[in-house]
């Protein structure tokens, strides 16, 4: 397919999106977001794709939402045009997504980082939540995913000061899940990616259905899916071929079955 905002390929069954609009830092507007949207969807859907990674350039990933796209709404057309709602459904795709983020994430960038199932950051990275200074807020989950990645002060500082975060403070407080030089970013999240493209399937996608879970009820509740999910991959063929390798010594060849 040809994009305009974005480039994909794909590499031993793992997607790779990139956002491609450098000239201003990746800055996300309707059409990128339209057609990341589409091509994880894509990806969802084909059978040879086991993760899907996202990256921007070395400058940024995404250094915030469209400012001029932005700056003729009114309340009533964000509103009845439902104004960035469709960027949410990136949190529908059940592959494993991770954010590999280099250089700026801020605002929409930041938030879009988070609705990935990870983030793998370039130690040049820096996130923050931005939209007070332009006398906004977070509008794509960014009072909501910050609070619950890293608690209430420190979103709280974030949100309401526009600071800026570096990677190692954001891997400090669970933010992003690894630190690496920024010439070994990609190389770290396709070594990830591909790992996890080798394991079952059905339990990689439990996994991300159970761990979202987590993040998004009670505990009681995700007690009660995890229970059952562990239970349904009991009658899967990958559960019988991962325990017999293990009791053979060898690796085993899962079939997604």
């Known amino acids: 397919m040809n994009y305009e905002h974005i480039l994909a390929q794909e590499e031993e069954g793992i997607g790779i999106i990139t956002l491609n609009r450098p000239d201003v830092m990746n800055a996300l507007n309707c059409l990128l977001m339209e057609e990341l949207v589409q091509q994880l969807r894509h990806y969802d859907a084909d059978k040879d794709i086991g993760a899907i990674i996202i990256i921007g350039n070395e400058r940024a990933f995404a250094a915030g939402a469209d400012i001029k796209e932005m700056k003729e709404r009114d309340f009533i057309n964000a509103?009845?045009?439902?104004?960035?709602?469709e960027w949410g459904s990136i949190r529908k795709?059940?592959?494993?997504?991770?954010?590999?983020?280099?250089?700026?994430?801020?605002?929409?960038?930041?938030?879009?980082?988070?609705?990935?199932?990870?983030?793998?950051?370039?130690?040049?990275?820096?996130?923050?939540?931005?939209?007070?200074?332009?006398?906004?807020?977070?509008?794509?989950g960014g009072t909501q995913r910050l609070v619950r990645s890293i608690g209430k002060s420190k979103a709280m500082d974030m949100c309401l000061t526009g600071r800026m975060m570096d990677a190692q403070e954001a891997e400090r407080c669970g933010l992003v899940s690894r630190v690496v030089g920024g010439e070994q970013l990609l190389d770290?999240?396709?070594?990830?990616?591909?790992?996890?493209?080798?394991?079952?399937?059905?339990?990689v996608l439990s996994i991300k259905e159970c761990v979202n879970t987590a993040f998004e009820t009670s505990l009681e509740e995700g007690l009660r899916f995890e229970k059952r999910s562990f239970y349904s991959l009991f009658s899967t063929v990958d559960k019988k071929e991962g325990m017999e390798a293990f009791l053979e010594k060898r690796e085993p060849n899962f079939s997604n079955k």
């Open 79 to 85: 509103y009845l045009h439902d104004f960035v709602g």
């Open 93 to 140: 795709i059940r592959k494993p997504i991770i954010a590999a983020v280099s250089g700026y994430a801020l605002g929409g960038g930041c938030e879009l980082a988070m609705m990935c199932d990870f983030i793998i950051a370039a130690d040049n990275a820096k996130f923050g939540q931005s939209e007070i200074n332009l006398g906004i807020m977070p509008g794509i």
């Open 188 to 203: 770290e999240a396709l070594e990830t990616a591909k790992k996890i493209h080798t394991l079952s399937q059905p339990a």
